[in-house]
């Protein structure tokens, strides 16, 4: 309990913590709208996905969780900080477990909110675009916004591992965005189809926000709820790397 009490007050002292936090919140939301109103049903025929567009924020609030998730432990290497903490919490593998547990914790909170906004956004603007409201009651949407938020919270924990194995605030946040946005890049340019699938099915940004969809899910890459799991597992697979070089490596 130590441990945890000592994180969350350096993270909610951080100047930037509340800022980062407000930019996920408000991308989230802003950028849903925009979707939104640029997204039109005809009356006959209707292919487009509502409710990914009102959640489509989440592809660029989630590079501002990676800052921050990033942050949380880059910032105390950089400061030199890192030695203090390890100093009064020799238990390593309890610190990074605090500092996964608080920035989840706030990450999770802010997606909630985001999500909120954005589905709000959307009953209000979609209707006059020929779309009928959407409902939390409706399944498939319900899964749909919950799975944004546990979708940020794991992009959130990625990062830490890959913050804790880098080290450095700049290399890692590269790693993360590029881990996100370009290997969904790269697997456009791949010419064989199975080939493009399997990196679509592997790659942790086109495969966790399968959840998302709601509708045309016999043409995605992975189910939504696999495709979270295989995001769960990238950042499973983080965490250990960066708990095992925070173990193995001095501060």
């Not at 993270?11 to 939301?29: D, E, H, K």
């Not at 849903?32 to 567009?53: E, I, M, N, S, Y």
């Not at 800052?67 to 610190?95: C, D, H, K, N």
């Amino acid at each position: 309990m130590s441990s945890l009490r000592a994180e969350w007050t350096k993270l909610r002292t951080s100047p930037g913590t509340i800022w980062l936090l407000l930019g996920v919140i408000a991308l989230t939301v802003a950028l849903g709208a925009l979707a939104d109103g640029a997204t039109h049903c005809p009356a006959r025929v209707c292919h487009a996905d509502p409710t990914r567009a009102m959640l489509i924020g989440v592809d660029l609030s989630q590079a501002v969780v990676a800052v921050l998730a990033v942050g949380v432990i880059s910032g105390e290497y950089g400061t030199g900080m890192i030695r203090v903490t390890l100093a009064a919490m020799p238990r390593r593998a309890a610190v990074l477990a605090a500092k996964a547990a608080t920035v989840t914790g706030v990450v999770l909170v802010a997606a909630a909110l985001g999500v909120a906004g954005a589905m709000l956004a959307g009953r209000l603007i979609l209707p006059g675009r020929g779309f009928p409201p959407l409902s939390l009651a409706d399944g498939p949407v319900l899964r749909a916004a919950g799975g944004s938020a546990l979708y940020l919270a794991l992009i959130a924990l990625l990062s830490l591992g890959i913050g804790a194995a880098v080290r450095s605030a700049a290399a890692a946040v590269g790693a993360v965005l590029g881990l996100l946005y370009l290997v969904p890049i790269i697997a456009t340019t791949v010419s064989d189809a199975t080939w493009h699938r399997h990196l679509e099915q592997l790659a942790p940004m086109t495969a966790g926000l399968a959840i998302q969809y709601t509708s045309g899910l016999r043409g995605l890459p992975i189910s939504p709820w696999a495709g979270l799991g295989v995001l769960a597992a990238w950042a499973a697979a983080a965490l250990l790397l960066g708990g095992l070089l925070l173990r193995l490596r001095d501060a």
